[in-house]
T-cell receptor, first 115, second 114 residues
């Protein structure tokens, strides 16, 4: 079974600084997708970034980028120039490429941004 | 499209009562996931459907929980009878096959069983 692990229950960063959130996963599949979702206090789950496993290039979305290490099964999220609005719970998630697959989430990392 | 719509947003009920949570998928989506979120257990997958068929219900905690997809755009999660430990935020999420697994979430239903 696929598992996703986030080993940092809490992280904090100063406004305008950079922070990296860690995620590891376990799978025997070669084709899959990885995601980072953000959940602010409003509790809405918001997609931050997606990575296709077959792509070697790391995905980026403005201030958000990932470090995808397929062999190590590692998928970290880097937030640059942190803003107060980035404060939220961040979830790492995995899904196989096969249609109708299970979407599995990690435990989450609570990010605090200090002014 | 209005996105994934869940109702109600908040539900307070007494122990022993039946509770029904509702979810309207985004048109054209064919996968549907129900999650439960608590402080203690995080985000748990309860059940998911593909093309209206339940694929994996191993996360459903007990027989008191049941989920259905009567059609391609709508799903219900029922708890009967409800217990205080069922108090949580329940999310549904849908995804189409073509977007590489991106799941779109509803805003959740906060259930409180007293």
């Amino acid at each position: 079974a696929q598992t996703v692990t986030q080993s940092q229950p809490e992280m904090s960063v100063q406004e305008a600084e950079t922070v990296t959130l860690s995620c590891t996963y376990d799978t025997s599949e070669s084709d899959y997708y990885l995601f980072w979702y953000k959940q602010p206090p409003s509790r809405q789950m918001i997609l931050v970034i997606r990575q296709e496993a077959y792509k070697q290039q790391n995905a980026t979305e403005n201030r958000f980028s990932v470090n995808f290490q397929k062999a190590a099964k590692s998928f970290s999220l880097k937030i640059s120039d942190s803003q107060l609005g980035d404060a939220a719970m961040y979830f790492c998630a995995y899904i196989k490429e096969t249609s109708g697959s299970r979407l599995t989430f990690g435990e989450g990392t609570q990010l605090t941004v200090n002014p | 499209d209005a996105g994934v719509i869940q109702s109600p947003r908040h539900e307070v009920t007494e122990m022993g009562q039946e509770v029904t949570l509702r979810c309207k998928l985004i048109s054209g989506h064919n996968s549907l996931f129900w999650y439960r979120q608590t402080m203690m257990r995080g985000l748990e997958l309860l059940i998911y459907f593909n093309n209206n068929v339940p694929i994996d219900d191993s996360g459903m905690p007990e027989d008191r929980f049941s989920a259905k997809m009567p059609n391609a755009s709508f799903s219900t999660l029922k708890i009967q009878p409800s217990e205080p430990r069922d108090s949580a935020v329940y999310f549904c999420a849908s995804s189409p096959t073509t977007t590489g697994g991106i799941a779109f979430f509803g805003q959740g239903t906060r259930l409180t069983v007293v």
